[in-house]
């Protein structure tokens, strides 16, 4: 359908399909793309200017399952919202991607649930500072075993623990840490 130079390229979502395998409604390949620009631009512009607070981009683009943070968001508003994610039980069928956008986040302490990714958007780790608090996965199961956090991931963040505190993440199958800067102890559990 599109040439190997494309595919290796990367350009495949602007470039015209080979001519061997040519469509015959190609003719109108200019006019569908000046539309999907047209759209880029206006979901670009749409995510630029909304400021408004993470309950009510809950409603964005991205679907209800989407929380964006902002500096600006209390850090009370921040940790109720991921109270209520972190509910959710062992085999739910409900899955969460949480973002944060860079700035510093002063006091957010949450567990990170199942079936939730957390990630910050900066460049680097050090973009999204999260400054005595902490986002964790510590569960145990009756036993005291840590074998049930999976199913969830935290990715590019700074994260400064309380003073004396101990940032935990228990380690099972699909429990990524990755990208991740921390300014105290860590304490990896299997």
Do not use: K
Not at 30 to 48: D, P, V
Not at 61 to 71: A, D, H, K, L, Q
Not at 96 to 111: H, I, K, N, R, S
Not at 146 to 171: A, C, H, K
């Amino acid at each position: 359908m599109y040439s190997e130079e494309h595919l290796a390229e990367g350009t495949l979502s602007f470039c015209r399909p080979s001519p061997a395998v040519a469509d015959p409604g190609s003719r109108n390949l200019g006019r569908h793309r000046s539309g999907l620009i047209s759209l880029l631009s206006l979901t670009l512009a749409a995510l630029l200017s909304s400021t408004s607070s993470a309950s009510a981009q809950n409603s964005t683009i991205f679907g209800p399952n989407v929380y964006v943070f902002t500096p600006s968001d209390s850090a009370a508003s921040i940790n109720a919202t991921l109270n209520t994610l972190n509910a959710n039980a062992q085999f739910s069928t409900n899955r969460y991607a949480v973002l944060f956008e860079p700035g510093t986040y002063t006091g957010v302490e949450a567990e990170v649930g199942y079936y939730e990714s957390v990630a910050g958007l900066g460049e680097t780790p050090n973009a999204v500072n999260i400054n005595a608090g902490y986002l964790t996965s510590n569960q145990t199961d009756s036993n005291g075993n840590v074998t049930t956090n999976f199913w969830r991931s935290i990715e590019n963040m700074y994260i400064t623990p309380p003073s004396g505190d101990v940032l935990q993440w228990g380690v099972s199958q699909g429990a990524a840490f990755r990208r991740m800067y921390v300014n105290g102890a860590l304490d990896r559990l299997r």
